[in-house]
């Protein structure tokens, strides 16, 4: 399918537009031509990607800075915009705050889930929505094989439980009120996204930035941790492609999980060595960047899981994706953002270029 042609003019409403991955995900959109609306709250760090990048002028009022647990704000606006497509990212997504505020958690990922739904419901433009969830939704029994889609739902943490009542909420909707009209609702699972302009705390890629810039060693708490990780396009591309393909086929519209290949579920203490390798590449031909350096030093903290993998089997026989960039390519690239943003660098221009290749790559594959 040629996203160009399916996304041209299209109108797309994405909650959470302000965020690491709708941010990517609106950037991607402007390259495929689409009218493209956003709901969220204001960036959730400073500095933001959505900001460095130049989407909040961009978009000007087509952005909504609002609350998704204010149900007649985010009823009104999509009634207002008419979207013929849905992509729902709005979430409190990090583990750890999910400890520190666990109502506020429940509050976003499950009723503002509710309050997305509901206002689709009221909506008669809308033909397609995605969900966009997370691979800590399953029940996880720290086993080495990947999680599939039919398996049991019942994430630990607040977060990871939240979403997992967000999947719920979603199925109870579809059978409550959308199989009846003419509208494709799925769910999307995905792995540990990595990428440039991710500025959250407590998350792997963006900790290293921080401790390099200001020439520190990068702190791992769980240096033995296995996750998927994947490139930030990996996932935008594949909400979009789903998005765009249950539009003109219902019939595929379900629950998908979006991992990288088997061989890319990495160690916290692998990935942490493939972006020292990287960082100290880049430091040596030329750049003005201090040396990457790691130090184990587990903290005692809550409970995350320590073994997590995903089966993609079923996006790659409905949907014929599977992952354009492997994990060294997903390092090497988000060192490349980050190295020339810590250097003062067009950031926005390496987006643009990262898009293009990816986009290029998988016309190639």
């Not at 400073?46 to 900001?51: G, S």
Request: with cysteine; net charge negative.
């Amino acid at each position: 399918m040629d996203l160009k042609e399916a996304y041209k003019n299209k109108k797309i409403l994405i909650t959470g537009h302000t965020g690491f991955k709708g941010s990517w995900m609106v950037r991607l959109l402007y390259e495929l031509g689409a009218e493209v609306y956003g709901y969220s709250l204001d960036a959730p760090t400073d500095p933001a990607l959505f900001k460095l990048i130049g989407l909040d002028k961009a978009m000007g009022e087509r952005s909504r800075i609002a609350d998704i647990r204010d149900l007649k704000s985010l009823s009104d606006f999509m009634e207002q915009v008419k979207p013929q497509i849905v992509i729902h990212m709005a979430a409190q997504p990090i583990v750890r705050t999910s400890y520190l505020d666990p109502v506020g958690t429940y509050e976003t990922n499950v009723m503002g889930t509710v309050n997305v739904l509901e206002a689709i419901r009221q909506c008669s433009s809308v033909r397609s929505v995605v969900n966009v969830t997370t691979d800590k939704v399953y029940l996880n029994r720290e086993r080495d094989e990947g999680y599939k889609e039919d398996e049991e739902l019942k994430g630990y943490d607040p977060y990871s439980n939240s979403k997992s009542c967000s999947e719920l909420v979603t199925y109870s909707y579809i059978r409550s009120f959308f199989e009846d009209r003419d509208i494709a609702v799925s769910t999307m699972r995905a792995g540990n996204v990595i990428g440039g302009g991710d500025f959250a705390k407590d998350r792997l890629i963006p900790d290293c930035v921080r401790a390099v810039a200001e020439g520190k060693a990068i702190i791992l708490r769980n240096p033995d941790s296995v996750r998927p990780y994947q490139h930030v396009l990996e996932p935008v591309y594949a909400y979009l492609y789903l998005a765009a393909a249950q539009l003109e086929d219902m019939s595929i519209a379900g629950n998908y999980n979006v991992g990288p290949e088997e061989s890319d579920c990495l160690k916290t203490i692998d990935m942490a060595e493939l972006f020292c390798a990287e960082w100290n590449r880049a430091a040596e031909e030329g750049m003005k960047l201090n040396r990457a350096y790691v130090e184990c030093r587990p903290d005692g903290g809550p409970h995350e899981a320590k073994l997590l993998k995903l089966d993609c089997t079923k996006i790659k026989a409905v949907l014929g994706r599977k992952p354009g960039w492997d994990s060294a390519m997903a390092v090497k690239k988000t060192v490349e953002w980050a190295a020339a943003y810590v250097s003062g660098a067009d950031v926005d221009a390496v987006c643009a270029a990262q898009i293009e290749d990816y986009m290029k790559n998988l016309l190639q594959s």
